[in-house]
């Protein structure tokens, strides 16, 4: 058997990257726990060699997961190349791509103390600008991105344990989140859409102080002309793009459901559009109202 095929039926092979400050280390920890076993800062000129010495063991290893970021310096630059190498041999290879907001890295580099890798002597925004200048093409080709902006530890390493548990069935795992466009898109929405085409409750003062997780505002916001023939035909569309994620091996995906200020019309659709695809069998769903309370 060959070294590619072996790797692709034993094992699983993921890098976990991103933006420095996004929660590496986190997830790192979080992965031992969910018992794989986790390399950190390899250059990625090891990426191959560490791949082949997993295949070519006599006992069954645990999962491979390899945390590399800016820190490996000029050796950093060639990781793209490195990964469509693996690709190419059809090793079973995910891209795991941690980032947050300016904003949420800043406070985190102030409370630590520490520079950021690439501020040189300049300031820490001027080093999350240069990293995300340089991640740009990684994040474009990452399997699985999550903003950890709003998350702490114990919630960024339960959606971790979500998303990687080693006994979990071989399954989609869906997050489908409400948002509200005035506070700006989900950065790892693989998918999203727009409801502000229904009227919106909040100009029934009867219906205002709700949300769409009360029943008088699902019932207005779905009994709308358009709602259930648009969570029909999107159901209906989305479900190719599901079976294609687990064609292609992307075990983990976003849906965005966005109106005005994710109170109503997002939060009542995203609750039927996820009881809709927990029927599904290949998928397990989660959902997340990301901006209800704000208001």
Not at 41 to 52: G, H, T
Not at 223 to 241: D, H, M, R
Request: charged fraction near 25%.
């Amino acid at each position: 058997m060959s070294t590619e095929q072996n790797l692709d039926r034993k094992h699983e092979l993921l890098i976990v990257t991103g933006m420095s400050g996004a929660g590496r280390s986190t997830v790192g920890n979080a992965l031992e726990d969910l018992g794989w076993y986790v390399v950190d800062n390899l250059p990625p000129q090891m990426l191959e060699p560490i791949a082949d010495l997993f295949s070519l063991a006599k006992t069954p290893l645990p999962r491979l997961a390899v945390v590399i970021d800016v820190r490996g310096g000029e050796f950093f630059g060639e990781l793209n190349d490195h990964l469509n190498s693996l690709r190419s041999r059809n090793i079973n290879l995910r891209v795991l791509f941690l980032e947050a907001t300016d904003n949420a890295l800043v406070k985190r580099f102030e409370s630590v103390r520490r520079p950021h890798p690439l501020q040189g002597n300049g300031t820490i925004l001027d080093g999350i600008a240069a990293e995300r200048s340089r991640l740009l093409n990684l994040r474009e080709s990452a399997d699985v991105i999550i903003d950890t902006s709003d998350l702490n530890v114990h919630q960024l390493s339960n959606k971790i344990a979500d998303g990687f548990s080693l006994d979990q069935t071989r399954k989609l795992q869906i997050t489908v989140m409400s948002f509200g466009f005035k506070y700006g898109l989900p950065s790892d929405a693989d998918m999203v859409a727009d409801m502000r085409f229904l009227p919106n409750p909040f100009w029934q003062e009867s219906l205002r102080p709700f949300t769409g997780e009360d029943q008088p505002v699902s019932d207005f916001v779905l009994s709308q002309t358009g709602a259930q023939e648009f969570v029909s035909n999107y159901l209906a569309a989305l479900k190719p793009v599901l079976n294609g994620y687990l064609n292609e091996n992307k075990r983990y995906a976003t849906i965005a459901i966005g109106c005005t200020g994710g109170k109503h019309r997002s939060v009542a659709v995203s609750r039927l559009i996820a009881a809709e695809l927990a029927k599904l069998d290949d998928v397990a769903i989660s959902i997340k109202h990301r901006d209800l309370g704000k208001e």
